[in-house]
């Protein structure tokens, strides 16, 4: 594997100004290198500077040229430089473009494609076993060259496209990369035509042919049979084998002949040596030959052909190693051997692909699903001008980190289409500035949606814009008092008020101090903090869940620790906040005041009781403990959850995790709940008057809430304060007026 270094032939565009830090050893000739930890200083003072990439390329340490990190990743200057470095466009450009060392020659094709579309026999009958051994080497190693040239051929038309992605972005390239781009066509090409012969038409035209087949007449009742069970039991055997050998047939390169000895698989589970095995095997040997035999006979005469357009998929083609999923890899073997053999004209860039097929091959595409998008030239063209044409931008300088927030341009759907194909880690957070709604912080995939439907914002900073002394302060704050690896991580719940960590659990503080400790070992711990602060500022935390690859595979635009500092697993308890009892009874609540716990977000599965079962949190055992949003739960807030009458909760879970507490909501959190725990305990004094209960400690602590002005930041509206106050007096004067005339005691 050779990775793509920039050299100074390498055009670079609007970006040969951008300023790039770079380290150097004192001396005007002496060369540049990306980190100060470079292996190649040889100096013992190292000098930081920012010079203009013109400057950079020219002087830049061979080393740090190749693997380096020359500007910070998100940045428009950084994706440029990943767009050619690495495995980007130079190192795309010098793969694929001539034959290698696991190429083929044409002489190696040839011989390969002899022993390859030699006719299979009719009858289907396995080797005899005098068959020389030489003769089945030769084909299995004629199948390894048709295997290792299909993928060599995918795997060219991958990189090529990728280089048409890379060079859409970057327009001001193409010129310098024309050569180059017409050597990998060409080698493209030449890989298809390996292929085209390595592959039998007569065998694909045929196996497009069995798709139209019906099931044929079984013969349940045939007595050789009747060692496999009851005719139901053979009936459903045949059925099966009629299915495994369409099905076969149908999406291989082989001949539909060729699968005879699939007829094994109805005598798998009979021993070999019980009478009538060798007349079973035969008879149904027979029949998968009568069915070849069928189609071969519908097949004869000539065929008419059909020109199709076809539209391949994108998927696998980020990665060039094939790491996640290859490209083309979710086509059989059937869908990539018409690729192969019957294109006549390709367009790598826009993935479309002209085809001119026999009428079978024709009408199983336009009929069958399939993974290729296939239209004749007639809806082709109607689909290409119905389809919003949206012009290719250059992505330039200016837009994200490169220049200072008063000087950067909006945003546009290129910009992000560039990100999106430069960089394969890009579920990102930013904030964003825009003139409707000011400042907020966007997934990439939300700000994406909006700025496809017109909307205009700036970016202002991602994750790793935040200081680093910000973030490397609060990490060694989290960590200065760390505990070992294998103390426990997660605190335990503390349940009375006058503890001086109640509540603790559900803070931000607390969030941070576990996003920390479970991103030791799993990830950098600044990176995962970096987006810890960063997703608070999101207004719904179900933004950042739900998105899903091009496989299939949720995921999520935060690591999987960031979710526990987001959110608390556990429940608020709310018995302060709720009405008194209307018979007095200590199980009531003190009706206090929601203050600035009103707005806190609760995320639940089921908030009103509209579906069947009970409402579970993200993270519950239930809801196979992803703990990660999704638009499947529903958002109300601690206001709406008091007025809840049908909310049913999961007693695993509790039925909802709540948003975490800022430091405000925390201090009246555990406030609110000491009070409603005084308020107990003066109802316990008044209503047993006859134990005389001592009141100095109690009335001194009311006096002392009595006296404490309540912070600003915890009410929102006045006449909140007001009750707040209230209740605190008139404890305090129930509790003096008691202590003033006790009862006697009986």
Known sequence: MTYGSLTPEVPLGPFEASPIRVWSA??????????????????????????????VVERMCPQCARYGPWARPGTGVGLFLSALTGLGLLHELGSYSEADEDSFADDEVKQAAVLLL?????????????EEEDDWRARREAQQVRDSVVGQWRSAAASLHRCHRFLALFPWLKPWAAAGMRLKADHVALLQRQAGQLLSREALTAAAGVTTMGTPVLPAEDPVFALLGAPTVVAEELASLWRRWSHRAADSWEDPRGHGHLAYDLVRRISSRRKGWDAALERAQELVASWALALRAGAAGEQDERVLVVRLPEQGLNDPFGRDEVFLGRLSEWELGVLACWATDADWEGLTVTLR???????????????????????????????PRVPVEAVGPGVFDDTPVSERRPVTAGDLRALRTVSREVDQLYLVLSVEAGPEVLPLPVLEARVARGGRYVVVAAAGDLPDALVAARREELTAGAVADDDPVWTPRIHQPSHPDFGRSLGTAEGERLVVRLARGRSHPDAALRCLLLARGVADLRDLGDRYDASGERRDPVPFPVWDGLLAMEQLDLRPFRPAAEDGARRGGSALPLGILASVQLYTTDAAGQFEGRAHSPGCQHQSRVRGLSRYYDLVT?????????????????GYATRRLSTPQVAYYRAAHRVHDLAQQVRWVLDHPELGTDTASLLAELKEWDAATSPDDWFDADDEERQWSRFIRRLLQQLETAAADPRPSS
């Open 638 to 654: 601690v206001e709406q959850m008091l007025d809840a009458e049908r909310f049913d909760p999961c007693s695993k879970c509790g």
């Open 26 to 55: 004192p001396g005007k000739a002496a060369k540049l290198h990306a980190t100060e930890h470079c292996s190649r200083i040889r100096a013992g003072r190292v000098t930081s500077s920012e010079l203009p990439l013109r400057v």
């Open 118 to 130: 030699q006719a299979p026999q009719d009858d289907g009958e396995a080797p005899d076993a005098d």
């Open 357 to 387: 097929v026999p009428e079978p091959v024709g009408a199983r595409l336009l009929s069958q699903p399939s993974a290729l998008s296939c239209l004749t030239p007639e809806q082709a063209v109607a689909a290409q001008d119905a389809a």
